[in-house]
């Protein structure tokens, strides 16, 4: 028997093609939904307006599709059907044509409730939040209702921007429509509520919830992470657990961002098969570096699938923060290789660890950057570069960089004058303070403002100045800040009045460390030594733990008063007690104290067993102990290492003429004076290396 026609095992008809375009939806089709409806134009079948609702909602990622879609629209004049409309509004706002979008939704005659839905949620999701709450207002007086998704996106809207009494209208609004019981509103209501700090009504929310999905559970956990209530987010997470409730990247994510434990959580990752999932990775790799592990962040960020910004961004911030130029520039290079545009907080966290003048080459090469890549026009990037060149002692590109900002907020303000007295520049500081308060924007200083300023009195030993600070901090309720405190009680230490910094301590109801640091050293520089370490030892008693900067305070206690022993006991309880590795200040202080009580052999035994290199502020405690005690050979050894760090060094110069002087070696005194104008200096001016 023979066949004359092919037999025919379907009929591709308009059902077909819409059945394939709706697997593209869905993800289910890997075919273009464009080349999808090319093929039925090509047939003999003619599209309808289901046609093209169903391929505009398949096309809403494609802009090559846009201009197909719109000539066929206009010439088969399907676009009369609302839902046809509604569908190409839906992939204008999808596509970012928001202005094309609202022009469209302004021109149709009728408006279903599906449109008014999909505008909103347009302006929610393209950053038009406030449009999207005026037009949820006007949809309300229309007699429209809103939908789940309506109202999720403006409770999320509400929640970020800190609308309280905005998000408790849409609650009503969703109690009265019966849409308070839908599970994607709930979630929003939980998360809205956490943003705005009331994580009571969050938490009676979740509790009431009978079905809760691992959205809801996230959604919990991911409140109390937001809140800083760790203990909170784990418990809910074991909760979770107990109830084989499964367990999603969300999940992972929420509990990185409230600085659980990362290891277990790595642990729980690579069990549970989502070691591929590039969002889980990237925080993983943020958290170890965070917590400074740096070595298994790049192992993981190696493993992944993608490169990503983030991780990369969170490393090289690591890498800055501890000062490692080096590697940062390294990887500052590679996200460049990779076309990864870095931004503006990536600049100011790689800007961050430009901390001394060795590192202006890379500092002004990332200034060039932000001049190339246009970020310099952003506020927080100048702040950034603010800072740098402040720590350069750089004030006079710092001025010019903040004549440039087109707005100077507060943060800006205070970032110039903290480095102009970081810079001892302290003078130009007060400029600038009252530039501030003529400004027409009439910014108000905050703690931060008038602690820069008080730093600023110290460095200028301006009494009279600092006390009419303090009345300002009184009038302005600034006293509860405890840094503020602290800077006054440094303020007046060093302005030479222990009494009243004295007073301003014990107004304190609960110092902290930092604080009692501060009355510490302000004893140290009074000339109590006593005072200054009885003060030490009430810390002690209150339970609180010194650190670095709290030895400080007592060794300086300790060299001015002459307190060996006292010196030795707490120089070793640093070390074995807290763990506390000695810096080259406290190696400093240590040599100073041992040298002026003419232990030269344990000051030296000290410096050579010193498990860092020693710097011209250790040897020039040593020889200024030299000078103290008329010890000429150890001197003269102590001036060639000197010599050997930084022979331009011209306190080293002053140091040796005085040993000199002091045993009556006129010849030797005229050859340093020589060596010294010789290597650029008058022979006479100098730099004191005294403790």
Same mark, same amino acid.
């Given at each position: 028997?023979?066949?004359?026609?092919?037999?025919?095992?379907? *009929?591709?008809?308009?059902?077909?093609?819409?059945?394939?375009?709706?697997?593209?939806?869905?993800?289910?089709?890997?075919?273009?939904?464009?080349?999808?409806?090319?093929?039925?134009?090509?047939?003999? %079948?003619?599209?309808?307006?289901?046609?093209?609702?169903?391929?505009?909602?398949?096309?809403?990622?494609?802009?090559?599709?846009?201009?197909?879609?719109?000539? $066929?629209?206009?010439?088969?004049?399907? =676009?009369?059907?609302?839902?046809?409309?509604?569908?190409?509004?839906?992939?204008?706002?999808?596509?970012?044509?928001?202005?094309?979008?609202?022009?469209?939704? =302004?021109?149709?005659?009728?408006?279903?409730?599906?449109?008014?839905?999909?505008?909103?949620?347009?302006?929610?999701?393209?950053?038009?939040?406030?449009?999207?709450?005026?037009?949820?207002?006007?949809?309300?007086?229309?007699?429209?209702?809103?939908?789940?998704? *309506? !109202?999720?996106?403006?409770?999320?809207?509400?929640?970020?921007?800190?609308?309280?009494?905005?998000?408790?209208?849409?609650?009503?609004?969703?109690?009265?429509?019966?849409?308070?019981?839908?599970?994607?509103?709930?979630?929003?209501?939980?998360?809205?509520?956490?943003?705005?700090?009331?994580?009571?009504?969050?938490?009676?929310?979740? *509790?009431?919830?009978?079905?809760?999905? *691992?959205?809801?559970?996230?959604?919990?956990?991911? #409140?109390y992470s937001l809140s800083g209530l760790q203990e909170k987010a784990i418990a809910v997470f074991k909760n979770m657990f107990e109830r084989s409730v499964e367990i999603s990247p969300v999940t992972v994510i929420n509990l990185l961002s409230s600085h659980v434990s990362?290891?277990?959580?790595? &642990?729980?990752?690579?069990?549970?098969?989502?070691?591929?999932?590039?969002?889980?990775?990237?925080?993983?790799?943020?958290?170890? &570096?965070r917590c400074g592990y740096l070595d298994s962040a790049e192992r993981l960020y190696a493993s992944a699938t993608q490169d990503s910004i983030v991780s990369l961004t969170s490393i090289v911030s690591s890498y800055a923060e501890k000062g490692d130029m080096n590697i940062?520039?390294?990887?500052?290079?590679?996200?460049?290789?990779? /076309?990864?545009?870095?931004?503006?907080?990536?600049?100011?966290?790689?800007?961050?660890?430009?901390?001394?003048?060795? $590192?202006?080459?890379?500092?002004?090469?990332?200034?060039?950057?932000?001049?190339?890549?246009?970020?310099?026009?952003?506020?927080?990037?100048?702040?950034?570069?603010?800072?740098?060149?402040?720590?350069?002692?750089?004030?006079?590109?710092?001025?010019?960089?903040?004549?440039?900002? $087109? @707005?100077?907020?507060?943060?800006?303000?205070?970032?110039?004058?903290?480095?102009?007295?970081?810079?001892?520049?302290?003078?130009?500081?007060? @400029?600038?303070?009252?530039?501030?308060?003529?400004?027409?924007?009439?910014?108000?200083?905050?703690?931060?403002?008038?602690?820069?300023?008080?730093?600023?009195?110290?460095?200028?030993? /301006?009494?009279?100045? +600092?006390?009419?600070? $303090? +009345?300002?901090?009184?009038?302005?309720?600034?006293?509860?800040?405890?840094?503020?405190?602290?800077?006054?009680?440094?303020?007046?230490?060093?302005?030479?009045?222990?009494?009243?910094?004295?007073?301003?301590?014990?107004?304190?109801?609960?110092?902290?460390? #930092?604080?009692?640091?501060?009355?510490?050293?302000?004893?140290?520089?009074?000339?109590?030594?006593?005072?200054?370490?009885?003060?030490?030892?009430?810390?002690?008693?209150?339970?609180?733990?010194?650190?670095?900067?709290?030895?400080?305070?007592?060794?300086?206690?300790?060299?001015?008063?002459?307190?060996?022993?006292?010196?030795?006991?707490?120089?070793?309880?640093?070390?074995?007690?807290?763990?506390?590795?000695?810096?080259?200040?406290?190696?400093?202080?240590?040599?100073?104290?041992?040298?002026?009580?003419?232990?030269?052999?344990?000051?030296?035994?000290?410096?050579?067993?010193?498990?860092?290199?020693?710097?011209?502020?250790?040897?020039?405690? !040593?020889?200024?102990?030299?000078?103290?005690?008329?010890?000429?050979?150890?001197?003269?050894?102590?001036?060639?290492?000197?010599?050997? %760090?930084?022979?331009?060094?011209?306190?080293?110069?002053?140091?040796?003429?005085?040993?000199?002087?002091?045993?009556?070696?006129?010849?030797?005194?005229?050859?340093?004076?020589?060596?010294?104008?010789?290597?650029?200096?008058?022979?006479?001016? +100098?730099?004191?290396q005294t403790s």
């Open positions: 028997m023979r066949i004359s026609k092919p037999i025919t095992l379907f *009929t591709k008809d308009l059902s077909f093609y819409h059945s394939l375009m709706k697997s593209c939806v869905h993800g289910d089709n890997s075919s273009s939904p464009i080349t999808i409806f090319r093929d039925l134009l090509r047939s003999s %079948l003619r599209p309808n307006h289901f046609t093209m609702s169903i391929l505009l909602q398949a096309s809403s990622t494609s802009v090559g599709s846009l201009k197909l879609v719109q000539t $066929h629209l206009k010439k088969s004049g399907i =676009d009369r059907f609302v839902y046809v409309k509604t569908s190409l509004l839906d992939f204008y706002l999808k596509m970012g044509f928001v202005t094309t979008a609202g022009k469209l939704f =302004d021109e149709m005659p009728e408006r279903d409730t599906v449109a008014w839905n999909a505008m909103i949620c347009g302006y929610s999701r393209n950053g038009y939040e406030r449009d999207a709450w005026h037009l949820f207002i006007v949809m309300l007086q229309q007699g429209f209702l809103p939908s789940a998704t *309506t !109202l999720a996106n403006l409770l999320a809207f509400c929640g970020q921007c800190g609308f309280v009494s905005q998000g408790r209208s849409v609650h009503c609004i969703a109690a009265k429509s019966g849409l308070e019981l839908d599970s994607q509103v709930k979630n929003a209501l939980i998360s809205f509520y956490s943003k705005c700090a009331e994580l009571g009504s969050a938490e009676a929310l979740f *509790t009431e919830m009978k079905d809760k999905s *691992t959205v809801s559970w996230n959604t919990m956990i991911g #409140a990362h290891k277990p959580l790595h &642990s729980l990752v690579v069990k549970t098969g989502m070691v591929n999932d590039n969002s889980v990775i990237t925080s993983l790799v943020c958290a170890y &570096s940062v520039v390294a990887y500052f290079s590679k996200m460049r290789h990779l /076309c990864m545009r870095i931004d503006a907080v990536a600049l100011v966290g790689i800007l961050h660890g430009c901390t001394n003048s060795s $590192h202006i080459d890379a500092g002004t090469s990332l200034h060039a950057y932000a001049i190339k890549s246009g970020l310099c026009t952003q506020t927080l990037v100048v702040n950034g570069l603010i800072t740098m060149y402040s720590k350069f002692d750089d004030i006079e590109t710092v001025l010019f960089l903040f004549e440039t900002l $087109h @707005e100077t907020p507060l943060i800006s303000w205070n970032s110039v004058i903290s480095g102009c007295v970081q810079s001892g520049r302290a003078s130009t500081a007060f @400029e600038i303070f009252h530039q501030m308060n003529l400004s027409a924007g009439h910014v108000q200083p905050d703690a931060i403002t008038i602690a820069s300023l008080l730093a600023g009195c110290s460095q200028l030993l /301006c009494l009279h100045l +600092g006390k009419t600070l $303090h +009345g300002y901090i009184l009038r302005n309720s600034f006293g509860n800040e405890k840094f503020v405190c602290t800077a006054l009680i440094d303020m007046y230490a060093k302005c030479g009045n222990a009494e009243l910094a004295e007073r301003v301590f014990k107004s304190i109801e609960a110092p902290c460390t #930092a604080t009692w640091n501060s009355m510490i050293s302000g004893y140290s520089l009074s000339g109590l030594q006593s005072r200054a370490i009885s003060c030490y030892l009430e810390m002690r008693d209150q339970g609180l733990k010194p650190d670095k900067i709290t030895f400080l305070g007592v060794l300086s206690a300790c060299t001015h008063g002459g307190l060996v022993d006292e010196g030795r006991v707490y120089f070793r309880e640093m070390i074995k007690e807290f763990g506390i590795s000695p810096s080259l200040q406290h190696f400093a202080l240590m040599v100073g104290l041992l040298g002026r009580a003419c232990l030269f052999s344990e000051a030296l035994s000290l410096i050579w067993e010193m498990d860092i290199k020693p710097d011209s502020a250790v040897w020039g405690a !040593l020889l200024s102990a030299c000078i103290v005690n008329r010890e000429i050979a150890i001197g003269e050894y102590v001036a060639k290492k000197m010599f050997m %760090l930084d022979y331009r060094n011209g306190g080293l110069y002053v140091l040796m003429s005085n040993l000199y002087a002091t045993e009556e070696m006129w010849e030797e005194v005229s050859r340093v004076r020589r060596m010294m104008k010789d290597n650029g200096y008058d022979g006479y001016m +100098g730099v004191s």
